[in-house]
């Protein structure tokens, strides 16, 4: 993930040109604001701004640049009218920062030290005005030093680059979304207008054509690597294998092809058609594992979260509650045969197994990567619709638990513990009263506090559960 791009605003008082030395201290101070920000944001500042039109040039030099976010810094005091219509007007998400160049005040303190450290009364000032005129003020008090500020920096910054990569996410949809199965159904307009990404409908004819066209020596070069990553049932044959590994290189080349960031699939549509010689199982593990988003069932939202997730965490899981474990306060997490094989514990092998599913006619038995998840802190995310077609990330932490794999189960599972004061119950009574889909994505770490952020920049729900 490259880094987001940053403006830097830095305001101060114009009068203040009249004080000898001032400004060229107070751009000193910013270019230790632009170091401290550096490990986080590629920033941009184009110098002090003391004056409308400065502001006004600064702002559009950073929308014509394309900035993923603007942080404003009041270095000294600055009259809230220079910033206000250029922060009013822009369509660049902004935050302001609250902080000073010194960290403490001490019985030695000199009257230029306070001159060179009073913007905490110009962020009040551009504040009310801004609540005032019915814009939303995200709002960072502290030493621009402190950890807890930089890391509160840090969540705006990924959550205003993962605006950009969901504006840009399109997936493909590979038949149609499961009969029945309304709470991922979705208006495409609303996903496209709401949270940016797109849906591209992919043919199986074009899915068939280019898996019958799969370079021999390529496919034989993916068994070859699967053996070596994977522990490979005795009754597999070369054909089953041969077959998804065809139809995994189809749907990759596509997907580069196209742009396209993930896709969606439903079994039941495939075996319909009957173009495919299999199901898309293999497919979904490895592709997981390399960063694109999937959904089951022809759920194009998980699979959109999966790839906003794959591009904040790193990698992600498609994944779904399916049994409870009240002695446990956990969820046993599964589905019918596609799970993120990277994210799988190191202390067992995975097996690529035969679907032992059988729920519809296939010329050719499907594989599918079967473990058990690595234990560890992990964020559950539903991407939903909820009243009045509105968008809703519905979030959870929690923690993958220490769960074997388990041989009959024959295919990705692992127990997920939500971090929840009332147990699992109160848990699952508030994902689903907050309309949390029975699809959801999942990464390792703690997300919760930068998808809310990511939510707010997007104007769609959030509910943390």
């Given amino acids: 993930?490259?880094?987001?791009?940053?403006?830097?605003?830095?305001?101060?008082?114009?009068?203040?040109?009249?004080?000898?030395?001032?400004?060229?201290?107070?751009?000193?101070?910013?270019?230790?604001?632009?170091?401290?920000?550096?490990?986080?944001?590629?920033?941009?500042?184009?110098?002090?701004?003391?004056?409308?039109?400065?502001?006004?040039?600064?702002?559009?030099?950073?929308?014509?640049?394309?900035?993923?976010?603007?942080?404003?810094?009041?270095?000294?005091?600055?009259?809230?009218?220079?910033?206000?219509?250029?922060?009013?007007?822009?369509?660049?998400?902004?935050?302001?920062?609250?902080?000073?160049?010194?960290?403490?005040?001490?019985?030695?303190?000199?009257?230029?030290?306070?001159?060179?450290?009073?913007?905490?009364?110009?962020?009040?000032?551009?504040?009310?005005?801004?609540?005032?005129?019915?814009?939303?003020?995200?709002?960072?008090?502290?030493?621009?030093?402190?950890?807890?500020?930089?890391?509160?920096?840090?969540?705006?910054?990924?959550?205003?680059?993962?605006?950009?990569?969901?504006?840009?996410?399109?997936?493909?949809?590979?038949?149609?979304?499961?009969?029945?199965?309304?709470?991922?159904?979705?208006?495409?307009?609303?996903?496209?207008?709401?949270?940016?990404?797109?849906?591209?409908?992919?043919?199986?004819?074009?899915?068939?054509?280019?898996?019958?066209?799969?370079?021999?020596?390529?496919?034989?070069?993916?068994?070859?690597?699967?053996?070596?990553?994977?522990?490979?049932?005795?009754?597999?044959?070369?054909?089953?294998?041969?077959?998804?590994?065809?139809?995994?290189?189809?749907?990759?080349?596509?997907?580069?092809?196209?742009?396209?960031?993930?896709?969606?699939?439903?079994?039941?549509?495939?075996?319909?058609?009957?173009r495919l010689d299999t199901l898309p199982f293999l497919a979904a593990s490895e592709l997981l594992g390399e960063g694109y988003g999937f959904g089951g069932e022809g759920d194009v939202t998980s699979a959109a979260a999966v790839a906003l997730m794959a591009h904040l965490a790193g990698a992600a899981n498609f994944t779904e509650m399916f049994s409870m474990d009240p002695a446990g306060d956990a969820v046993l997490m599964m589905h019918m045969g596609e799970g993120n094989w990277t994210m799988a514990r190191k202390d067992e092998p995975v097996h690529l197994l035969r679907s032992t599913l059988g729920l519809v006619d296939l010329r050719v038995a499907p594989l599918l990567p079967a473990f058990s998840l690595e234990p560890g802190p992990v964020t559950l995310v539903s991407l939903t619709t909820v009243a009045d077609g509105r968008l809703r990330f519905v979030v959870t932490e929690g923690e993958v638990i220490d769960f074997p794999y388990v041989v009959d189960l024959g295919r990705p599972h692992y127990k997920f513990r939500p971090d929840s004061a009332d147990g699992l119950s109160g848990f699952l009574n508030r994902f689903s009263l907050a309309g949390g889909s029975h699809h959801q994505a999942l990464a390792y770490g703690h997300w919760a506090v930068t998808l809310e952020k990511l939510a707010q920049l997007l104007n769609v729900d959030y509910a943390r559960v």
């Fill in 1 to 274: 993930m490259s880094k987001p791009k940053v403006g830097l605003l830095c305001l101060m008082l114009e009068l203040y040109d009249l004080v000898p030395g001032l400004k060229p201290r107070m751009a000193e101070f910013a270019a230790e604001l632009v170091q401290a920000l550096d490990p986080y944001a590629a920033v941009d500042f184009p110098g002090v701004c003391n004056t409308r039109e400065e502001v006004d040039q600064a702002v559009t030099g950073f929308e014509t640049a394309d900035k993923d976010l603007i942080v404003v810094v009041l270095l000294t005091y600055a009259p809230s009218h220079i910033a206000l219509p250029a922060l009013l007007h822009t369509r660049l998400p902004f935050v302001i920062l609250n902080t000073q160049q010194m960290g403490s005040i001490t019985p030695r303190v000199t009257s230029q030290e306070t001159l060179e450290n009073h913007g905490m009364h110009g962020v009040q000032d551009l504040c009310n005005v801004l609540l005032r005129s019915g814009r939303d003020v995200r709002l960072i008090t502290g030493h621009y030093r402190d950890d807890a500020v930089l890391a509160e920096l840090s969540s705006w910054f990924k959550a205003a680059g993962a605006v950009r990569f969901l504006k840009q996410v399109r997936i493909a949809l590979l038949g149609y979304p499961m009969q029945g199965m309304g709470d991922f159904s979705i208006d495409q307009t609303a996903l496209l207008a709401q949270v940016g990404v797109s849906v591209y409908h992919l043919a199986m004819k074009t899915v068939a054509e280019r898996a019958d066209k799969a370079p021999a020596e390529l496919i034989q070069q993916a068994l070859t690597e699967d053996r070596k990553r994977f522990r490979i049932a005795e009754d597999v044959t070369e054909e089953e294998h041969a077959a998804s590994s065809r139809l995994t290189w189809a749907l990759r080349s596509i997907l580069e092809e196209q742009g396209l960031h993930g896709f969606a699939a439903h079994f039941s549509a495939i075996a319909e058609e009957g």
